[in-house]
């Protein structure tokens, strides 16, 4: 891996799905998937990045959960699972990670303005944006990602709960 691009000293965790529906409903199938990509793949990508992290001396991690890693909701028994399963991960990455100058935080986005969570076609479809203040515009999550992966090595924001002004959702 790091002999082509050199040695990772960032990884941001982002990928989520779901299976929406009542916990008595779930399959045990569609369970899996949802703990194989919110939970097991962020495990075996720092599993793969942390030797090369600790080689170099240091690296940021960063694990976008979701609020639903913070409350659970009903509907979304996967989800909100998985989602506190990242934040106990992240805790005892952080603390494996520190003495090797490795920092590991967890991210809590409220409503994101993407297509999440739109489980009917015509949501999908809907081309006028949702006002930032109900909505967050993924590229300013992404700068607030940016700023903490760039942030001076002896400063780690271990949590973050990054929501709009009026989320309905949260706290």
Same mark, same amino acid.
């Given at each position: 891996?790091?002999?082509?691009?050199?040695?990772?000293?960032?990884?941001?965790?982002?990928?989520?799905? +779901?299976?929406?529906?009542?916990?008595? +409903?779930?399959?045990?199938?569609?369970? @899996?998937?949802?703990?194989?990509?919110?939970?097991?793949?962020?495990?075996?990508?720092?599993?793969?990045?942390?030797?090369?992290?600790?080689?170099?001396?240091?690296?940021?991690?960063?694990? /976008?959960?979701? /609020?639903?890693?913070?409350?659970?909701?009903?509907?979304?028994?996967?989800?909100?699972?998985?989602?506190?399963?990242?934040?106990?991960?992240?805790?005892?990455?952080?603390? @494996?990670?520190?003495?090797?100058?490795?920092?590991?935080?967890?991210?809590?986005?409220?409503?994101?303005?993407?297509?999440?969570? *739109?489980?009917?076609? *015509?949501?999908?479809?809907?081309?006028?944006?949702?006002?930032?203040?109900?909505?967050?515009?993924?590229?300013?999550?992404?700068?607030?990602?940016?700023?903490?992966?760039?942030?001076?090595?002896?400063?780690?924001?271990? @949590?973050?709960?990054?929501?709009?002004?009026?989320?309905?959702?949260?706290?």
């Amino acid at each position: 891996m790091s002999s082509e691009i050199g040695a990772p000293r960032v990884l941001v965790n982002a990928a989520a799905t +779901d299976a929406p529906g009542p916990a008595e +409903d779930l399959a045990v199938e569609d369970w @899996e998937r949802v703990v194989r990509v919110n939970l097991t793949a962020p495990f075996l990508l720092a599993k793969l990045a942390f030797p090369y992290m600790r080689q170099a001396g240091g690296g940021t991690i960063v694990n /976008v959960a979701s /609020v639903a890693g913070r409350r659970g909701w009903p509907n979304a028994t996967a989800y909100c699972a998985t989602k506190f399963g990242l934040t106990g991960l992240t805790q005892a990455l952080a603390a @494996e990670g520190a003495p090797h100058g490795i920092r590991v935080m967890s991210m809590y986005p409220g409503s994101m303005a993407t297509h999440w969570g *739109s489980f009917e076609p *015509s949501d999908r479809m809907r081309r006028e944006p949702r006002p930032a203040e109900e909505s967050l515009p993924a590229r300013e999550v992404a700068d607030y990602i940016a700023w903490l992966v760039t942030a001076p090595d002896h400063l780690v924001v271990t @949590e973050a709960v990054v929501a709009p002004i009026r989320e309905r959702g949260w706290p």
